[in-house]
């Protein structure tokens, strides 16, 4: 479980595929070298695995089904990552709940600065979209952001504070960019129980 409070970030320094997975090595110099093999990891919000560590990397392995789903597909060597470790049990929860299990790709449509902020418009999945609420939470690249206006059928809008804009790679992606999405885990299991209502279905 993460909190969507970004600890710092990495660089991908390697990506080798492999005969079912790719691996990805990347450094990370803030706290890469606490890291043990076998540790979760948050890479743009997408947990995976530290599968080996030297003294400033660590490597994780992806599988289809998260190439399928996240944007781990495109990483390339001097790609910037969003990096969090996983929340200690009774630490204090600064963002909201995030379980790094990614729903889909979003993409950036515009960027527009208000003053000393910026403002963001996404198109996300449509499941997303329909268990986000406006002032409610939804993680891009595993950064926690409260969304600040809905548009249909699948537009969020977040600001973004300077600090999160040099402090992650939200600050580098442009018009077209891809994105991880998770949507909030409150509204996706109210979202199921709905629908299992409307089904008719009743718990045994």
Request: hydrophobic letters at 40%; one cysteine or more.
């Amino acid at each position: 479980m993460f909190s969507g409070i970004i600890e710092g970030t990495g660089r991908v320094v390697e990506v080798t595929e492999r005969e079912t997975t790719r691996r990805v090595r990347i450094e990370a110099t803030g706290f890469g070298g606490e890291l043990s093999p076998g540790d979760s990891v948050a890479v743009d919000g997408a947990c995976l695995t530290v599968t080996d560590r030297e003294e400033r990397t660590f490597s994780v392995d992806v599988i289809g089904t998260t190439l399928e789903r996240t944007i781990a597909g495109t990483y390339r060597s001097g790609t910037r990552v969003n990096l969090e470790r996983a929340m200690k049990l009774g630490a204090r929860l600064d963002g909201h709940l995030v379980q790094g299990h990614v729903d889909g790709i979003g993409h950036l449509k515009q960027i527009v600065k208000e003053g000393e902020f910026w403002l963001m418009d996404f198109a996300v999945p449509a499941a997303v979209a329909a268990g986000t609420i406006r002032h409610g939470s939804i993680a891009l690249n595993g950064v926690s952001l409260t969304v600040s206006e809905l548009a249909e059928p699948d537009f969020v809008r977040v600001g973004i504070i300077p600090y999160t804009w040099e402090h992650t790679n939200l600050g580098g992606l442009g018009p077209g960019d891809p994105v991880n999405v998770e949507g909030d885990l409150i509204g996706k299991y109210v979202a199921r129980i709905l629908a299992a209502r409307e089904r008719g279905e009743t718990e045994a």
